[in-house]
């Protein structure tokens, strides 16, 4: 089967660039962003959404692992306080339990109609969380993205660069203000986070072309405005390769 990401390439992105406003692709654009608790993905993905619908793109979230009826049910297990019996097997299990509804009630269809999707979170969060931090190792999480995920791989992923201190205060600060109790994750301990930014840091290194860090510091126009400059240049590049 061809895999959409072969589908949507610089041909795309380069209408895209070309056709002013209202613009309609062919094929989608999937961009993710990344990064520990706090960094700001969230913030920033909503911000990110406002820029490209303002620029004429039709925009789709497709959030984890929130994004569906089913991914809520999902959602409230897993980052609920109260599930601190869930292990980790299960855990990694309901994450891609999750993706995969998103991916095929959300993510395909949106990409079909040549679409924005923009994420907080993909695989590669499930690399960083459940293979280095809960130690399952990556390869545990490329079997299950295979049968979950159907070939559905970002573009585009900016990853979010925090201080752990700063990022966990960020979320406590956060959830403090929300009503439902989602702490679960800021109550690990801090070497679950730094093996976290470890599997972070090593899904950077492994695909510099797809993976683009982002300095999370500052404040969030700051960040934004970091955010812009590297999407601008993903679609520069994108519609300056040959054979698109
Ligand atoms: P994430 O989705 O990465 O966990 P959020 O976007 O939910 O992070 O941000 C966590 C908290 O930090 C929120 O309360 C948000 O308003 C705040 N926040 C986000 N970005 C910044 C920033 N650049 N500076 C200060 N606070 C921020």
Same mark, same amino acid.
């Given at each position: 089967m061809l895999g959409w990401k072969q589908l949507a390439g610089p041909r795309a992105a380069r209408r895209r660039v070309s056709e002013g406003y209202n613009r309609s692709l062919k094929q989608g654009l999937f961009i993710t962003l990344e990064g520990i608790d706090g960094s700001g993905k969230t913030t920033q993905l909503h911000r990110l959404e406002t820029l490209l619908t303002d620029r004429g793109y039709a925009v789709t979230l =497709?959030? @984890? /692992?929130?994004?569906?009826?089913?991914? %809520? @049910?999902? %959602?409230? *297990? *897993?980052?609920? =306080? =109260?599930?601190?019996? *869930?292990? /980790?097997? /299960? @855990?990694?299990?309901l994450y891609f339990a999750s993706r995969a509804q998103n991916v095929e009630e959300v993510i395909q269809p949106a990409l079909r109609e040549g679409r924005v999707v923009l994420a907080d979170r993909f695989t590669d969060a499930t690399v960083a969380y459940q293979g280095y931090g809960r130690e399952l190792g990556v390869p545990a999480v490329r079997q299950v993205e295979s049968v979950a995920c159907q070939g559905v791989q970002p573009d585009l992923t900016i990853l979010l $660069?925090?201080?752990?201190?700063?990022?966990? %205060?960020r979320a406590l600060h956060r959830n403090a203000e929300q009503s439902d109790d989602e702490s679960r994750m800021e109550q690990e301990s801090r070497e679950f986070h730094e093996r976290v930014a470890k599997g972070y840091a090593a899904l950077l290194a492994a695909d510099p072309e797809r993976v683009k860090k982002i300095d999370g510091r500052g404040s969030i126009d700051e960040? =934004?405005?970091?955010? @812009?400059? $590297?999407?601008?240049?993903?679609?520069a590049k994108s519609s300056a390769e040959p054979g698109g």
């Open positions: =497709a959030q @984890e /692992p929130g994004g569906t009826r089913v991914g %809520r @049910e999902i %959602r409230r *297990l *897993l980052l609920d =306080a =109260a599930s601190s019996d *869930l292990r /980790p097997i /299960p @855990e990694l299990l $660069e925090i201080d752990i201190e700063t990022g966990v %205060r960040v =934004a405005t970091r955010i @812009e400059a $590297e999407v601008d240049l993903f679609f």
